[in-house]
């Protein structure tokens, strides 16, 4: 399944229980920063369980273009040769980040302090996203970039040949953006200065600090502030990314709205930066527990087991919770649609910029399924219609974004009638096991339109 392929169109039927385990794959967040922060150290990063999706092998065919030697021994095994930090190959091709905006705006950051110039190119979702949001703050180091109209890719930066650190608060939520100024931080001398009034996920600075960097973080009445000293000698590692929450969502979700379902998905990362989700479904009376907590590799864990929960109700997501949730909300608004009553989402104009307008793209689908859906420049409403009641039937535009494929799809596990999406093909970016998982705990998926 390509993003950049013919549309793959897919129907979802309604379905019995869904039980078993569901065995999800890596961290798509820690599998870019592994393959990245691999690249940035002298000798070989050993790396178990990385997410094989299209938006991480980007990453790993771009680190190998800026000169890293990067293997897949196969079994999600892979190891990194890297080249240090500020050892950055000038690339003698383009880098097609596909549909990735965390690979593509990370990588922008590993390379704007290095005295090389690459030109950064993706898919049509990616080349709508702003990118001055990284842009703006690397130019403080130094680094030039031309881009096309509003800061949007195919785009060149040449990086700083004398880059000098920065001090930047981050305007907006999001852990790309201060995941690129740290990066670029690295290869600077002296202190680099990130501020950020909300907390956004934090792999980036647990990973630094792992690999070696000198790095703090301060809670302070403006934010966090994360101040990093720049050219470390980074240590090679070994690291074991934890299974993702963010595609742990889907077969918790579905488990939820399916009667009689019983799912065990183990091993999931639950640091608090990313398990937003996970407490508001249980505050809107999901049936979800936490099994066998315990730390692997720096990152909390558990075993999530989700069961059918016939009582959920509609809430109100505080907004302060947004970061830690933020692409978990097209798969809450399928869940909100078997609850009874509203569910309001507010704070998340982020949404609006991901790879689709997330907001829009979910609310048109919702309502072309039966559901009631307002929404506003920054907030969104769904109105529940219980369980049994969502009538479905509808096929969706999934806009080149994965996560919208996959929302719509867990939906029509449980409404009336079944629910299509024009392309499944966006769904190999970061899970492209969801079609045999999801399948063997009993949903029916075909590849056709109803
Ligand atoms: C990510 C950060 C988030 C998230 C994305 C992954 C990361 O984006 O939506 O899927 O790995 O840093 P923003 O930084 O734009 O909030």
Sequence with gaps: MSSHGTPIPMTSRPCGPLTGEARVPGDKSISHRSLILGALCVGETQIAGLLEGQDVLDTAKAMRAFGAEVTDHGGGNWSVHGVGVGGFAEPDQVIDCGNSGTGVRLIMGAMATSPITATFTGDASLNGRPMARVTDPLALFGTQAVGRAGGRLPMTLVGAADPV??????????????????????????????????????????????????????????????????????????????????????????????????????????????????????????????????????????????????????????????????????????????????????????????????????????????????????????????????????????????????????LGMAAQKPVSVDDGGPIATSFPIFEPLMSNLGAHLVRANA
């Design 165 to 410: 650190p920065v001090e930047y608060t981050v305007p907006v939520p999001s852990a790309q953006v201060k995941s690129a100024v740290l990066f670029a931080g690295l290869n600077a001398p002296g202190k680099t200065v990130v501020i950020e009034a909300e907390a956004t996920r934090d792999h980036t600075e647990r990973m630094l600090e792992g690999f070696g960097a000198e790095i703090t973080v301060e809670e302070t009445d403006k934010g966090r502030v994360i101040t990093l000293t720049g050219q470390p000698e980074l240590t090679p590692q070994k690291i074991d990314v934890p299974r993702d929450p963010s595609s742990a969502a889907f077969p918790v979700c579905a488990a939820l709205i399916v009667p009689g379902s019983d799912v065990l998905v183990p091993g999931i990362g639950l640091n608090p930066t990313r398990a937003g989700l996970y407490t508001t479904l249980r505050e809107m009376g999901a049936d979800l527990t936490y099994e066998n907590e315990r730390t692997e590799g720096g990152e909390p864990v558990a075993d999530l087991r989700a069961r059918f929960s016939p009582d959920l109700k509609g809430i109100e997501v505080p907004p302060e919770r947004a970061a830690s949730m933020i692409d978990e909300y097209p798969v809450l608004s399928v869940v909100a649609s078997f609850a009874d009553g509203q569910t309001v989402m507010r704070g998340v104009k982020e949404l609006r910029v991901k790879e689709s307008d997330r907001i829009d793209a979910m609310a048109v689908g919702l309502r072309a399924n039966g559901l009631t859906v307002d929404e506003g420049p920054d907030w969104w409403t769904v109105t529940g219609l219980g369980h049994g009641n969502v009538p479905g039937g509808a096929t969706c535009a999934s806009h080149l974004d994965h996560r919208i494929a996959m929302s719509f799809l867990i």
